[in-house]
């Protein structure tokens, strides 16, 4: 039985580029997508630090092309990979925030704050992006939030997973589950089908998002949502269709005017944003311009983008997507006839070319766009979580099934893979592996757990690693290795040596990249420390602004002949230097402390006031 959490919980869409939270309402009997403080349904994956403050969300994005060098995104491009990885390496030439290699290979994002220098992991951003959502939903539901459920991308592998809820822990969160974004996506659709009694269905979940394409095959029957098989790539989405524009672009500007922009990250960030939004445009226009004031050097960026031109810059991508889409048929032995429903999830399967090259390989079926698919995934994780929680009335009872989305193994006869677990295995579940030694009188045996579905393990991503001292004996003594992965999809391994009397356990915890408990903690008083910044900065903006407010009503009033003429000659000098100084301590506002200017404030209307009053009297 499941574990059952108190209160209220939300489901968070940790997206590449957007973020959604939602919650269920029992008292309404479903699901509501919770707005941002702008009104927007979705919120920009950005973090931005500027001389003064912290900005998450649409604010960090409004003013990512002044500030380019210290806007964050991609994090979670970047979450539980190393920095050498060949991934990383490419993407950091398109970055215009700084990334270093950082301990353990683990990539450090450098930033500049308040003037100084200050260094990330992406579990840091990835928290910052999921407090918002945290404070989004606590807003709307006007109480304190701690539970919640994160999706992640099914092809996410065991780093990346731990990396998600390690990021959910410095937000202060208790990730009750980690889900795959195309089952939360099944969830969303099941629960509108599920209202018109479909029986038996399998159903195939496409998700393109922004930064990672996903697909999962799922049988739906009743209340169980059985995950058949999955498959993606968690490098291919709208970030890379925008990445492809803005290469053929910075060329053609090239061509044009004999300059390289590629240099110049705030002529980059402004033609990437311009970009997205052409790419949007293209999903329901044939042609676009894509127009910017003085990108470089005073000159113009004026450019015609077609439709055509935007597929043909894609098309290897887009061609990337289907071949995923039949790998996935593939292993689940299904022919695509057999498919009942294809159901297009993530902002980019919005894009004709894609949709069209889906519905040829369906033969014409049905492609189901009813679903949102903003916002699907974030649903869908709602529902989720409200089945965690104690007390939450009228939630479906439904039943999740995932699968595991990479093979899990060991190494045998020193570098091939030994399948422990077999990729789109459905978990949790626990397999054990019996092991003997190799040599007579072995002190110790090396365990190394690999994930991957290559032959040779040094092809394989080396999850962790462990030396097991066992009894010294004749060759073919027993070892016992049992791999067992949790409802969050992630692997915990232990051995153990069987023989009489001597029996020894080791279980891989804190492997490779993982923040470790002090980490967390110590990342956990950082986040505090930057709330209590960005709080300082909200004070202070406020201060300033009622001053401001105060300063703008008096200069009005000292317009005003039928006051100014009951004043004194000293009166009106006295509150006019008393305005000027105001302006003055605006002027400078950098300078002085929140408490200058709620003083002055005072002052500054106990002045005014008994000088006006002292006239009516
Ligand atoms: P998601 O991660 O699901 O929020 O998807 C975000 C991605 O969808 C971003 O790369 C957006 O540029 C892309 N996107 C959103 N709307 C459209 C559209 N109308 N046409 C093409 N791409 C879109």
Known sequence: MAKKYEGRAVGIDLGTTYSCVAVWLDEHNRVEIIHNEQGNRTTPSFVAFTND???????????????????????????GRKYSDSVIQNDILLWPFKVVAGSDDKPDIIVKYKGEEKHFCAEEISSMILTKMREIAEKFLESPVKNA????????????????????????????????????????????????????????IIDLGGGTFDVSLLTLKDDSF???????????????????????????????????????PRALRRLRTACERAKRTLSFDTETTIDIDAIHDGIDFNMLLSRAKFEQLNMDL????????????????????????????????RILKVQQLLQDFFKGKDICSSINPDEAV?????????????????????VLQDVTPLSLGTSVLDDIMDVVIPKNTSFPIKRKRTFCTLEDDQSDVKIDVYEGERMVVGENNLLGLFDLEVR???????????????????????????????????TITNENGRLSREEIERKIKEAEYFKSEDMKFMEKVRAVNALEDYIYRMRK????????????????????????????????????ETLVFVDFLRELESTCESALRSDSE
């Open 149 to 204: 459920v994160v999706t992640v991308p099914a092809y996410f592998n065991d780093s990346q997973r731990k990396a998600t809820k390690d990021a959910g822990a410095v937000a202060g969160l208790n990730v009750m589950r980690i889900i795959n974004e195309p089952t939360a996506a099944a969830l969303a659709y099941g629960l509108q089908k599920r209202i018109n009694n479909i029986g038996k269905r399998n159903v195939f």
């Open 472 to 506: 010294r004996a004749p060759r073919g003594h027993i070892i016992q290795v049992c791999f067992d992965i949790d409802a969050d999809g992630i692997l915990n391994v232990s051995a153990k040596e069987e023989t009489s009397g001597n029996k020894k356990e080791i």
């Open 318 to 349: 887009f061609e990337n997507c289907l071949a995923i889409v039949k790998s996935c048929l593939t292993d689940a032995m299904m022919d695509k006839n057999n498919v009942d429903d294809v159901v297009l999830v993530g902002g980019s399967s």
């Open 557 to 592: 009033v000292m317009k005003d002949d039928s006051v100014t003429s009951k004043l004194t000659p000293v009166e009106k000098l006295e509150i006019n230097s008393a305005i000027i100084k105001g302006e003055n301590f605006i002027d400078d506002k950098q300078k002085y």
């Open 378 to 398: 974030a649903y869908g994780a709602a529902v989720q979580a409200a089945l965690l929680c104690d007390g939450i009335k009228n939630v479906p009872n439904l």
């Open 226 to 264: 059985d995950v058949i098989a999955t498959a993606g790539d968690t490098h291919l989405g709208g970030e890379d269709f925008d990445n492809r524009m803005l290469n053929h672009l910075v060329m053609e500007f090239k061509r044009k005017n004999k300059v390289d922009i590629g240099g110049n």
């Open 53 to 79: 403050q912290r900005l998450i969300g649409d604010a960090a994005k409004n003013q990512a092309a002044s500030n380019p060098s210290n806007t964050v995104f991609d994090a979670k491009r970047l979450i």
